[in-house]
């Protein structure tokens, strides 16, 4: 009965590696996005979109921002929705991620017109 169990359990281990072994040897990096708030109020609800995946924050404070690691299968542009404590929704849509081989990091200047000043910088990865 002890066997049966074990090869069981390795059997579960064996088909889980198969299943995922693109992802536990594959490590890497992706794409960041820097959404900067100098809105003088708090964004709530923050959602940022690209291609076709939806991230999200529920708070950046004024003066400050956030970090979003995403990855893309297609080059893709962004769509960033906020809202603020009185419950006014604001929408953007631009810039530009490719697919690669390139990283970026991409920076979303939130500012008090509610426009989104847009830059990328390609992203310096540490040697291995």
Not at 19 to 38: C, T
Not at 65 to 71: E, K, L, N, T
Not at 75 to 81: G, S
């Amino acid at each position: 009965m002890k066997r049966l169990i074990l090869l069981i359990l390795l059997a579960a281990a064996a088909w889980y590696g198969y299943k995922h072994y693109h992802e536990l040897l594959d490590r890497r990096s992706g794409h960041d996005a820097v959404i900067e708030n100098h809105t003088g109020r708090e964004m709530q609800r923050v959602r940022l979109t690209a291609d076709g995946k939806t991230y999200v924050k529920e708070t950046i404070a004024d003066e400050s921002s956030a970090v979003i690691a995403f990855r893309v299968e297609n080059d893709a542009t962004f769509t960033l929705v906020w809202e603020y404590p009185d419950g006014s929704e604001h929408r953007w849509s631009g810039g530009m991620v490719p697919v690669g081989p390139m990283l970026q990091r991409h920076y979303l200047a939130v500012d008090g017109d509610d426009s989104v000043l847009y830059r990328a910088e390609n992203k310096v990865l540490p040697a291995k």
